[in-house]
């Protein structure tokens, strides 16, 4: 009974992985995707979706779509890093001081304020300072999404919207 259940756990994982969008050669196993062969992937998927043909409009139009995509990085972590975070089981390459979870807004600052039992005070200020580099990174991804939404035809604005560059 075990192995069947381990045969269909895998025949999942491999389903899943063949779905993915994630080619295959850009699986790393320890880390998951390896980012230096999905970006340009990516950015070749956004490049055609917003249908750039020519080089130097591409050049500039991938600059700030690469801005864009830096901003939001800070502006969250992906749904199982945050449960991961709260439950102090960071992944592999990830520590509680590691620029991650610092970009993140400051969670590992709020989750050491109750951790130590902080004072009301001092988990006040600590709030504040975690609302204050929120809205300074809010602040960051709506310049690049301005800067970005500057070089677009309304077509291509459309599309960015599409594809979760711009809101």
């Known amino acids: 009974m075990g192995l069947m ?3 269909i756990a895998a ?3 491999q389903l899943a992985a063949q779905d993915s969008r994630v080619p295959k050669d850009a699986l790393d196993d320890d880390n998951g995707p390896d980012p230096a062969l999905v970006h ?3 950015m070749e ?3 055609q979706q917003l ?3 020519g080089a130097d409009e591409w050049k500039i139009v991938e600059a700030r779509v690469a801005r864009v995509m830096e901003a939001e990085r800070g502006m969250s972590l992906t749904g199982s890093l945050k449960k991961r975070l709260a439950k102090r089981e960071l992944p592999p390459g990830y520590s509680k001081k590691s620029k991650h979870t610092v970009e993140a807004g400051g969670l590992d600052s709020l989750q050491e304020a109750i951790d130590s039992s902080a004072s009301a005070t001092d988990l006040k200020t600590t709030l504040e300072k975690y ?3 929120r809205k ?3 602040a960051k991804l709506e310049r690049a999404q301005d800067d970005l939404r500057k070089v ?3 077509r291509q604005e459309i599309q960015a919207i599409l594809l979760g560059l711009l809101e």
Do not use: D, F, G, Y
Request: proline share 4%.
């Open 5 to 7: 259940v381990a045969v």
């Open 11 to 13: 025949a999942s994982v």
């Open 40 to 42: 340009p992937k990516r």
């Open 45 to 47: 998927r956004i490049r």
């Open 51 to 53: 249908e750039i043909k």
């Open 131 to 133: 609302h204050q580099a």
């Open 136 to 138: 300074e990174r809010m």
């Open 152 to 154: 677009l035809t309304i």
